[in-house]
């Protein structure tokens, strides 16, 4: 159990709608990163919060949105939903701002599948 | 392109065996890391390298890194069944403030 926690596991929904994905860093970790995983382009890295700002941020399209709250906790919003937004979308969360200085904790993800 | 790549995209041996990959990468980097994703699951952190470390150890792992060739291998001796998931490795580019994940090796340890 890598302490971070993603909810929902699985979510079904239907194209144009939009959904959110919530995720709990490790207890003390201030940075929240997400990542795309799909079959054809592999674990893409789409932001970064750090201590409730942004950080980095990667191939995020536009109909996505993310944002850290005070409590360090960290949602995800898919809106204009398409079916090539299905995929694992993975939260995972570091002590520091810098992932490049230290390992990083995954949740076990949430399955989006676009109808 | 991706900036890591994994070579080969898969891999099958008999347990006992050792299980070498390999990864590639672009641009200059802070350090290299390694990460196992079991079937569906979240990525776990094996090991990590950094530039200035040419060869780490960690149980049965040995993680090498040449970073004249831009490359880095992945040694897992004495595979067991256990060790069947995909295998990442994930790069902390200099100057960018995020980590780039390869296409992974699919590694498969036969009974």
Known sequence: DSGVTQTPKHLITATGQRVTLRCSPRSGDLSVYWYQQSLDQGLQFLIQYYNGEERAKGNILERFSAQQF??????????????????????????????????LFFGEGSRLTVL | SQQGEEDPQALSIQEGENATMNCSYKTSINNLQWYRQNSGRGLVHLILIRSNEREKHSGRLRVTLDTSKKSSSLLITASRAADTASYFCATAIQGAQKLVFGQGTRLTINP
């Open chain 1, 70 to 103: 005070p409590d360090l906790h960290s949602e995800l919003n898919l809106s204009s939903l398409e079916l090539g937004d299905s995929a694992l979308y993975f939260c995972a969360s570091s002590v520091d701002g810098r992932a490049y200085t230290g390992e």
